[in-house]
C-alpha cells in the first residue's frame, strides 16, 4: 500500500488551522506576516493552534523580510523559547550575501532544536547553488524537508528542476522529502506524483478570497482528493 502524500497547509491563527485540519491537510506550517512572506508567529499563537488541532505543526523560524539571518543568537533564542513552548517541528533556512547557505547560522539555530525535525525553505530556491547547498546541509540533525518550486519564479520554471531532483532521490544530498510549494496549481499535481514526488504545501489556494480571509476547508479538501490521486479540479 503506497504511502499517503503530506499536505501542508499555512496558517495564521487557530481559525485557520482548525480550517486546514477539516479540510484534509496533514500538517500546518505556522507563520504570521505574510506580507514578508512569513514570520515567527508568537509563541501564544502557536500554543493556541496546537489546543485547537491533533495535526503535526511546524513553526517558521525567521525575523525579518529575505534569507539573511540577521541577529542569529535572536533566532536561536525564539527557537529555544518555541521548544521550551512544546514546538517539536520548524522551518528555517538563511544564505549569505553571495547567495550561499549560511552554515553557521543555520547551525547555531539548529542547535536549539535537540534534533527535532525541520524543513529548510525556499532559500533553496534563491541560492546561486542547489547542488552545494544540499550537500553542505545534508548531515544536519533534523533536517527531513526540502520547500521548493524549483525555482524563485515558482514551480512553473521549476518543474525541470524538481522533476530532476525527484530522480536524484536517496543520492547524498538528496535524502530528504521534496515539499513542493510556491506557484503550485492542482494541474501540477499529477505531474509531481507520477515523478515520485508525495509532498505539496499550499497558502493562498487554501484561501480562495485572498489573504485577508481565512482558510477554507472547502479548498483543502480538494487539494486534498488532488494530492491524493484523484482527479484535479484546475487551479486555485
Known sequence: MSKRAVLEVIALDVEDAVAAQAGGADRLELVTDMAADGLTPPVETFAGIREAVDIALR???????????????????????????????????????????????????????????WTFH???DHTTDRDALRKQLADLPGLDTY?????????????????????????????????????????HVPVLLDAGIDAFHIGGAARPEGWDRPVSAEAVARWRRAVDGEVGEGAL
Not at 539571518?69 to 521550551?84: L, T
Not at 517539536?88 to 547560522?105: I, K, P, S, T
Not at 519564479?153 to 544530498?173: C, I, M, N, W, Y
Open 147 to 187: 520547500l521548493t518550486a524549483g525555482s524563485a519564479s515558482g514551480v512553473d520554471a521549476g518543474l525541470p528542476t524538481l522533476l530532476t531532483e525527484a530522480r536524484r532521490h536517496g543520492e547524498p544530498g538528496y535524502e530528504q522529502q521534496l515539499l513542493v510549494g510556491g506557484g503550485l496549481t492542482l494541474t
Open 122 to 124: 525556499r532559500a533553496i
Open 59 to 117: 513553526v517558521m523560524l525567521r525575523l525579518a523580510d529575505g534569507f539573511d539571518a540577521g541577529d542569529v543568537s535572536r533566532v536561536a533564542r525564539v527557537a529555544r523559547e518555541m521548544r521550551e513552548a512544546g514546538a517539536g517541528e520548524f522551518v528555517l533556512g538563511f544564505l549569505d550575501a553571495d547567495g550561499l547557505v549560511d552554515l553557521g547560522a543555520v547551525e547555531q539555530v539548529v542547535a536549539e532544536l535537540d534534533g527535532c525535525p
